[in-house]
Protein backbone atom coordinates (compact mmCIF):
# COMPACT_ATOMS: atom_id res chain seq x y z
CA UNK A 1 0.00 0.00 0.00
CA UNK A 2 1.61 3.33 -0.90
CA UNK A 3 2.00 6.75 1.46
CA UNK A 4 -0.88 7.76 -0.89
CA UNK A 5 -3.36 5.07 0.02
CA UNK A 6 -2.55 5.27 3.68
CA UNK A 7 -3.97 8.51 3.50
CA UNK A 8 -6.59 7.82 1.30
CA UNK A 9 -7.73 5.55 4.38
CA UNK A 10 -7.03 8.16 6.99
CA UNK A 11 -9.78 9.83 5.37
CA UNK A 12 -12.09 7.14 5.07
CA UNK A 13 -11.19 6.37 8.77
CA UNK A 14 -11.80 10.04 9.81
CA UNK A 15 -15.46 9.88 7.92
CA UNK A 16 -16.34 6.41 9.69
CA UNK A 17 -14.96 7.96 13.04
CA UNK A 18 -17.63 11.14 12.64
CA UNK A 19 -20.23 8.74 11.26
CA UNK A 20 -20.32 6.59 14.19
CA UNK A 21 -19.85 10.05 16.76
CA UNK A 22 -23.26 11.47 14.94
CA UNK A 23 -24.62 8.33 15.12
CA UNK A 24 -23.62 7.53 19.26
CA UNK A 25 -25.84 11.11 20.07
CA UNK A 26 -28.66 9.65 17.75
CA UNK A 27 -28.49 6.39 19.53
CA UNK A 28 -29.73 8.57 22.89
CA UNK A 29 -27.73 5.96 25.32
CA UNK A 30 -27.81 3.28 22.67
CA UNK A 31 -31.51 3.33 23.46
CA UNK A 32 -32.61 3.89 19.74
CA UNK A 33 -31.70 0.08 17.80
CA UNK A 34 -31.05 1.49 14.18
CA UNK A 35 -28.68 4.51 15.37
CA UNK A 36 -27.10 1.86 17.75
CA UNK A 37 -26.21 -0.72 14.91
CA UNK A 38 -24.85 2.10 12.86
CA UNK A 39 -22.29 3.66 15.67
CA UNK A 40 -21.21 -0.27 16.16
CA UNK A 41 -20.52 -0.81 12.25
CA UNK A 42 -18.74 2.07 11.88
CA UNK A 43 -16.74 2.33 15.10
CA UNK A 44 -15.40 -1.53 13.63
CA UNK A 45 -14.70 -0.24 10.24
CA UNK A 46 -13.09 2.37 11.87
CA UNK A 47 -10.49 0.70 13.53
CA UNK A 48 -10.01 -1.45 10.61
CA UNK A 49 -9.17 1.47 8.27
CA UNK A 50 -6.81 2.72 10.96
CA UNK A 51 -5.22 -0.35 10.90
CA UNK A 52 -4.06 -0.37 7.41
CA UNK A 53 -2.95 2.71 7.50
CA UNK A 54 -0.59 2.08 10.50
CA UNK A 55 0.88 -0.53 8.15
CA UNK A 56 2.29 2.26 6.20
CA UNK A 57 1.98 5.69 8.61
CA UNK A 58 3.64 5.12 12.60
CA UNK A 59 0.38 4.65 15.00
CA UNK A 60 1.71 7.97 17.48
CA UNK A 61 1.01 9.93 13.49
CA UNK A 62 -1.94 7.79 12.76
CA UNK A 63 -4.02 8.34 15.65
CA UNK A 64 -2.85 12.35 16.55
CA UNK A 65 -4.29 12.81 12.74
CA UNK A 66 -7.36 11.07 12.88
CA UNK A 67 -8.14 12.48 16.27
CA UNK A 68 -7.50 15.94 15.21
CA UNK A 69 -9.18 15.52 12.31
CA UNK A 70 -12.19 13.82 13.59
CA UNK A 71 -12.78 16.20 16.17
CA UNK A 72 -12.82 19.51 13.15
CA UNK A 73 -15.27 17.21 11.73
CA UNK A 74 -17.53 16.35 14.80
CA UNK A 75 -17.38 19.96 15.18
CA UNK A 76 -18.98 20.77 11.69
CA UNK A 77 -21.42 17.76 11.83
CA UNK A 78 -22.61 18.91 15.51
CA UNK A 79 -23.05 22.70 13.76
CA UNK A 80 -24.76 21.71 10.99
CA UNK A 81 -26.99 19.10 12.19
CA UNK A 82 -27.52 19.41 15.85
CA UNK A 83 -26.91 23.36 15.74
CA UNK A 84 -24.15 23.35 18.94
CA UNK A 85 -22.35 26.15 17.84
CA UNK A 86 -18.65 26.42 19.57
CA UNK A 87 -18.05 29.73 21.84
CA UNK A 88 -14.95 31.90 20.76
CA UNK A 89 -12.61 30.02 23.11
CA UNK A 90 -13.66 26.62 21.81
CA UNK A 91 -12.68 28.14 18.11
CA UNK A 92 -8.91 29.28 19.12
CA UNK A 93 -8.52 25.71 20.73
CA UNK A 94 -10.25 23.79 17.61
CA UNK A 95 -7.87 26.16 15.40
CA UNK A 96 -4.91 24.93 17.60
CA UNK A 97 -6.09 21.12 17.09
CA UNK A 98 -5.97 21.71 13.35
CA UNK A 99 -2.35 23.14 13.58
CA UNK A 100 -1.05 20.27 15.98
CA UNK A 101 -2.74 18.22 12.78
CA UNK A 102 -0.59 20.40 10.27
CA UNK A 103 2.58 20.11 12.84
CA UNK A 104 2.81 16.37 13.20
CA UNK A 105 2.14 15.21 9.20
CA UNK A 106 4.27 17.66 7.81
CA UNK A 107 7.31 17.93 10.62
CA UNK A 108 6.88 14.49 12.43
CA UNK A 109 6.91 12.06 9.82
CA UNK A 110 10.56 11.40 9.56
Known amino acids: MSLVS ?24 FTLLVPSIIT ?7 MYALSLVMKNIPMGITYASFAGLTI ?3 VVVGVIRFNQVPNFYSLIG ?3 IIIGVLIVNLL ?3
Open 94 to 96: LAF
Open 72 to 74: IAT
Open 40 to 46: AITIVLC
Open 108 to 110: GNN
Open 6 to 29: SYLFLGVAVFLGVTSNSFAKSAEG
